[in-house]
C-alpha cells in the first residue's frame, strides 16, 4: 500500500485550515503533527500504484502527477457533518469520477475543490486541498482566480442570458485574457470549436444562448469554462438533464477534452463513469470508500460497500 506520506512536496500531516463563514473551525483532537490518521485510499492514482493494483494493467501506462491533492478533509454544514476524513490524489490530465449513493457528499467535495461552499454561510472545513503546489484554502488564495483555473458546469446548463458569443467572451473579459476585436473573436471560436459546438453556432453567434438546446447549451457552458484556460473541469452530473444523443455527445466530449484538462465528474451514472473515467473514487455516508482505476472498481473492488454498490444491493 502506498503511504499517504509518499506525496512528494508535501510533509503529511493533518492542517486545520479554515472556517468559513458563521461555523466554528474544528480541531481534529486525534491529529498529532507528523502523524498520518487518514484512511487509506486503495492507491493514489496515477501517483503511486500498490504493486498488486499495477498487476494486470499495462506496467507502461503513463503515471500522471497529482493535480488536487486532498488530505484529511472534514466539513460540516452547520452541526452536520458531511465529509469524513477524505483523502484523495487525482491525477492530472484524465478524468476521475466520483459515485457514490444520493446523499454520499460527492457535489459536497466537487465544490470544495473551487471553494463554491464559500458560498453556504454554515460550511467549516478542516483539512488540506492543494491544487499543484498550492493550499487552495491558503490566507492567499484569490478566489476569482482559483475558480478560473477551476472551472464548473453544472447539472442543469446555465447560460447567461446574454448571447452566445457574450457568454464566451464575458470571463476573457474580466480577467483580461483577450482584447476586443479579432483577438476575442478568436477566443471565442476556439472555445467553441474545443467544446465541440462551433459548426452548430458558427453563423449565429448573436443569438441568445437560452435558445439552444439542452445539449448545445451545455456544451456552451463547457466552451464557457474552457474560454478562461483552466487546468480543472468540475462537472456535476453534466448529461444527467440531456437526453441519450445530448449525454453521448458530452461523453464523446470528455474523451475530447481528457488530454488537455484534468476532468472530475460526479455522476450517478455508474455505466457513464465506466464509459469516461480512468480513475473512480466510491464515496458513502460522507467517506471515500474506494479509489482505484474505473477497471477495478468496476471489476475488481476491493471493498464489500464497493461491490454493494456497484451491483445494485443499495444506492
Ligand atoms: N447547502 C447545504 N446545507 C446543508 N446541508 C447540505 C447542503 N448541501 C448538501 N447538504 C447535505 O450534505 C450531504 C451531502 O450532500 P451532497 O449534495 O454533497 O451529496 P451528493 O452525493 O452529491 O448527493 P446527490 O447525488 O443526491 O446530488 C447531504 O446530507 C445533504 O443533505
Same mark, same amino acid.
Given at each position: 500500500?502506498?503511504? *499517504?506520506?509518499?506525496?512528494?512536496?508535501?510533509?503529511?500531516?493533518?492542517?486545520?485550515?479554515?472556517?468559513?463563514?458563521?461555523? /466554528?473551525?474544528?480541531?481534529?483532537?486525534?491529529?498529532? /503533527?507528523?502523524?498520518?490518521?487518514?484512511?487509506?485510499?486503495?492507491?493514489?492514482?496515477?501517483?503511486? #500504484?500498490?504493486?498488486?493494483?499495477?498487476?494486470?494493467?499495462?506496467?507502461?501506462?503513463?503515471?500522471?502527477?497529482?493535480?488536487?491533492?486532498?488530505?484529511?478533509?472534514?466539513?460540516?454544514?452547520? /452541526?452536520?457533518?458531511?465529509?469524513?476524513?477524505?483523502?484523495?490524489?487525482?491525477?492530472?490530465?484524465?478524468?476521475?469520477?466520483?459515485?457514490?449513493?444520493?446523499?454520499?457528499?460527492?457535489?459536497?467535495?466537487?465544490?470544495?475543490?473551487?471553494?463554491?461552499?464559500?458560498?453556504? *454561510?454554515?460550511?467549516?472545513?478542516?483539512?488540506?486541498?492543494?491544487?499543484?503546489?498550492?493550499?487552495?484554502?491558503?490566507?492567499?488564495?484569490?478566489?476569482?482566480?482559483?475558480?478560473?483555473?477551476?472551472?464548473?458546469?453544472?447539472?442543469?446548463?446555465?447560460?447567461?442570458?446574454?448571447?452566445?458569443?457574450?457568454?464566451?467572451?464575458?470571463?476573457? #473579459?474580466?480577467?483580461?485574457?483577450?482584447?476586443?476585436?479579432?483577438?476575442?473573436?478568436?477566443?471565442?471560436?476556439?472555445?467553441?470549436?474545443?467544446?465541440?459546438?462551433?459548426?452548430?453556432?458558427?453563423?449565429?453567434?448573436?443569438?441568445?444562448?437560452?435558445?439552444?438546446?439542452?445539449?448545445?447549451?451545455?456544451?456552451?457552458?463547457?466552451?464557457?469554462?474552457?474560454?478562461?484556460?483552466?487546468?480543472?473541469?468540475?462537472?456535476?452530473?453534466?448529461?444527467?438533464?440531456?437526453?441519450?444523443?445530448?449525454?453521448?455527445?458530452?461523453? /464523446?466530449?470528455?474523451?475530447?477534452?481528457?488530454?488537455?484538462?484534468?476532468?472530475?465528474?460526479?455522476?450517478?451514472?455508474?455505466?457513464?463513469?465506466? #464509459?469516461?473515467?480512468?480513475?473512480?473514487?466510491?464515496?458513502?455516508?460522507?467517506?471515500?470508500?474506494?479509489?482505484?482505476?474505473?477497471?477495478?472498481?468496476?471489476?475488481?473492488?476491493?471493498?464489500? #460497500?464497493?461491490?454493494?454498490?456497484?451491483?445494485?444491493?443499495?444506492?
Amino acid at each position: 500500500m502506498p503511504q *499517504p506520506n509518499d506525496n512528494p512536496g508535501n510533509s503529511g500531516g493533518v492542517a486545520a485550515r479554515s472556517s468559513l463563514g458563521g461555523a /466554528e473551525l474544528r480541531e481534529g483532537s486525534d491529529t498529532v /503533527e507528523g502523524e498520518d490518521h487518514r484512511p487509506q485510499p486503495a492507491a493514489a492514482p496515477g501517483v503511486t #500504484r500498490a504493486p498488486e493494483i499495477a498487476a494486470g494493467h499495462d506496467a507502461e501506462e503513463p503515471t500522471h502527477p497529482t493535480k488536487v491533492d486532498v488530505r484529511g478533509l472534514n466539513l460540516w454544514y452547520g /452541526e452536520t457533518q458531511a465529509l469524513f476524513d477524505v483523502s484523495l490524489r487525482i491525477p492530472e490530465k484524465d478524468v476521475t469520477a466520483l459515485i457514490g449513493p444520493s446523499g454520499c457528499g460527492k457535489s459536497t467535495f466537487l465544490r470544495c475543490i473551487n471553494r463554491m461552499n464559500d458560498l453556504i *454561510p454554515s460550511v467549516a472545513i478542516q483539512g488540506q486541498l492543494l491544487l499543484d503546489e498550492t493550499d487552495v484554502y491558503g490566507p492567499d488564495v484569490d478566489v476569482v482566480q482559483l475558480r478560473s483555473r477551476v472551472g464548473m458546469v453544472f447539472q442543469k446548463p446555465n447560460p447567461f442570458p446574454k448571447s452566445i458569443y457574450e457568454n464566451i467572451a464575458y470571463a476573457p #473579459r474580466i480577467h483580461g485574457l483577450a482584447k476586443k476585436g479579432a483577438e476575442m473573436d478568436e477566443l471565442v471560436e476556439t472555445s467553441l470549436r474545443k467544446a465541440g459546438l462551433w459548426k452548430e453556432v458558427s453563423d449565429r453567434l448573436s443569438m441568445p444562448g437560452t435558445a439552444l438546446s439542452g445539449g448545445q447549451q451545455q456544451r456552451l457552458c463547457i466552451a464557457r469554462a474552457i474560454a478562461v484556460n483552466p487546468d480543472v473541469i468540475l462537472m456535476d452530473e453534466p448529461a444527467s438533464a440531456l437526453d441519450p444523443v445530448a449525454t453521448a455527445t458530452i461523453e /464523446e466530449l470528455i474523451d475530447e477534452l481528457r488530454s488537455n484538462y484534468t476532468i472530475i465528474i460526479v455522476t450517478h451514472n455508474m455505466q457513464q463513469a465506466a #464509459r469516461v473515467a480512468r480513475y473512480t473514487a466510491f464515496f458513502h455516508l460522507g467517506e471515500v470508500i474506494e479509489y482505484d482505476d474505473t477497471d477495478t472498481i468496476f471489476t475488481n473492488p476491493r471493498q464489500k #460497500r464497493t461491490e454493494d454498490y456497484i451491483t445494485g444491493r443499495f444506492g
